[in-house]
């Protein structure tokens, strides 16, 4: 009952929060993100956490996506203990980078002026459960070792039945809590991206391919 609670009904629920307020940004604000980009007060700070966070969140949710994709390949990779080592040690050094990049936007938030007069409690909410599921990340991987493994041979399927409308607790239930936690943790970013800065996820390719065309002009100041 308890694994069908965590694996099936709050991963829908957060599914559909987020499509509402998919839809909702759509048709209210035109995907716009309404907070004010804090970069104008400070961006000394910001820019070299930014890379940080961006390189080290992308680098792992590269690989969470890989594992839930091609969990063939990933498998075949798991007889060689020299591949397996690399992609654990990168995926590591990954989520550090990614904690510290966190560590930093919330220290900023919190240290600068300007910057917290302009911040938002959703903009701290998000850091927060955020570096919660970075920390969780990384707990498993040092606690649980070859996750790369073990997450295509077992979670691959569970995410599968779940975005096909075919759920099942079955593949991951008896997870170990800090697993669970993740998977709970991960749906709950899912559920609050909408109303948050991380719309920019989906606003800045969506936008992109949007947007209208844009003239660029040169002028010759020895002219």
């Not at 559909?16 to 998919?22: C, E, S």
């Not at 409308?165 to 669970?180: E, H, R």
Request: aromatic share 12%; with cysteine; proline share 4%.
């Amino acid at each position: 009952m308890l694994d069908t609670l965590l694996l099936v009904v709050i991963p829908y629920i957060c599914i559909a929060v987020m499509l509402t307020g998919i839809f909702m940004n759509m048709f209210s604000s035109k995907l716009r993100i309404s907070a004010p980009a804090t970069g104008f007060f400070e961006n000394k700070t910001q820019l070299w956490s930014s890379v940080l966070w961006h390189y080290g969140i992308l680098t792992v949710l590269t690989g969470h996506v890989l594992g839930a994709v091609f969990p063939g390949f990933v498998k075949s990779l798991s007889g060689s203990y020299k591949a397996m080592t690399i992609l654990e040690t990168l995926a590591l050094a990954a989520g550090l980078s990614a904690l510290t990049g966190v560590a930093v936007f919330i220290f900023r938030r919190v240290a600068e002026k300007t910057v917290s007069a302009n911040s938002r409690p959703a903009d701290y909410a998000v850091l927060l459960v955020l570096g919660v599921q970075i920390v969780l990340g990384l707990t498993i991987a040092l606690k649980y070792r070859w996750g790369i493994s073990w997450y295509a041979s077992n979670l691959s399927g569970y995410l599968h039945d779940i975005f096909t409308l075919n759920p099942s607790a079955a593949k991951a239930a008896g997870m170990p809590p800090l697993v669970m936690a993740h998977i709970v943790g991960g749906f709950v970013l899912l559920a609050i991206l909408p109303f948050t800065r991380l719309m920019h996820l989906l606003y800045v390719p969506v936008g992109y391919l949007f947007r209208k065309p844009q003239i660029l002009l040169y002028y010759d100041k020895d002219k």
